[in-house]
């Protein structure tokens, strides 16, 4: 669903996207309740699919008191996005769209207008601001994902592409590389990929540009294999990093745990726990989680979380295993 300008600049969500502190949940409380009900208004009065989800429900907007009344708010499953559209702007007004990998065959869409990107863009300064992920320092980029087309919606490329402006990019080199003429056609672009890793197994002056590898967790793993299997390892500057998201999906068998990949990390491409930075989004959800280095997604401003009961979606006591909401 897009989101326009709700009053003026001093809505209750441009204030909760310009927090200063990513994770100040409690000092962020107010806000985040006003721009809850700031948003249910919006999107109801907009969008008649909307409108019909909450009046179904006996929803009304005197039930939201404080943030333990949040789980009330109807529930949208994934799986909905992926069947119905609900816009809640005019076609003329949406800046972006963006599609779900589809690994089910099903793609969500989501669109959006120029506030909500700018929002978004407000977000991903600040957690990736907070987190030590950007750098005035040029790099090379190795993506480890798919290179993006012209019209590029597909949500996972875009995220790839735009983790690529957090340092200033001398290059940037795809795992998965368009065919010409080919529409969502890939192949595996290997020339590429090892000139861009020889320099830091030759050693040089061009091995002292800091390499970031960006991509889905799956994709990267293969790539550290490939290099183990043939006895090599790089050298790279310690400002080298890994930015990864996303999950293993059709590449499930071949998972392996976070320990394990963080050894595979650090003994074969050169690149410490430390400098592993993990996050999850998705298109339906795309709030930005960064996973500690204890292995815990954390939960920013911009969002709250519970844990729902299956049958009845209350939520959960602690410690019972559910559905995360």
């Not at 927090?19 to 309740?33: A, I, N, R």
């Not at 990390?265 to 959800?285: D, M, N, T, W």
Request: charged content about 25%.
């Amino acid at each position: 669903m897009g989101r326009t300008n709700f009053t003026s600049v001093t809505s209750a969500a441009d204030r909760l996207f310009s927090w200063k502190d990513p994770y100040d949940l409690g000092g962020s409380s107010g806000v985040f309740l006003e721009a809850v009900r700031e948003n249910l208004c919006w999107h109801k009065s907009r969008c008649a699919g909307y409108r019909n989800i909450l009046d179904f429900y006996g929803f009304s907007m005197g039930q939201i008191t404080g943030e333990e009344d949040l789980w009330k708010i109807p529930v949208i499953p994934t799986l909905y996005f992926k069947r119905r559209r609900l816009y809640s702007i005019p076609r003329n007004k949406v800046r972006r769209t963006a599609v779900s990998s589809g690994t089910g065959g099903i793609r969500s869409r989501v669109v959006y207008d120029f506030p909500s990107l700018v929002r978004g863009a407000a977000m991903v300064k600040t957690v990736l601001s907070h987190h030590g992920v950007f750098s005035p320092v040029p790099c090379r980029y190795l993506i480890m994902g798919y290179e993006p087309g012209p019209r590029e919606e597909t949500g996972a490329v875009q995220t790839a592409f735009g983790a690529t402006f957090a340092a200033p990019a001398l290059s940037r080199v795809y795992g998965m590389k368009r065919t010409e003429g080919g529409k969502e056609i890939y192949r595996w672009n290997l020339e590429e990929v090892e000139r861009t890793l020889f320099p830091y197994l030759s050693g040089g002056p061009s091995s002292r540009i800091p390499l970031r590898i960006v991509g889905f967790p799956a994709y990267i793993y293969f790539l550290a294999k490939e290099l183990e299997r043939r006895k090599k390892r790089l050298a790279l500057p310690a400002s080298s990093c890994i930015l990864m998201s996303g999950g293993w999906k059709t590449f499930w068998r071949e998972e392996i745990g976070r320990e394990e990949f963080n050894w595979l990390a650090e003994q074969v491409l050169g690149i410490p726990k430390k400098r592993i930075f993990e996050f999850y989004s998705s298109v339906e959800h795309n709030i930005l989680y960064r996973r500690c280095p204890a292995g815990h997604f954390h939960v920013p401003v911009y969002s709250r979380v519970f844990v729902r009961r299956p049958d009845t979606l209350e939520p959960a006591p602690d410690g019972e295993a559910g559905i995360l909401s």
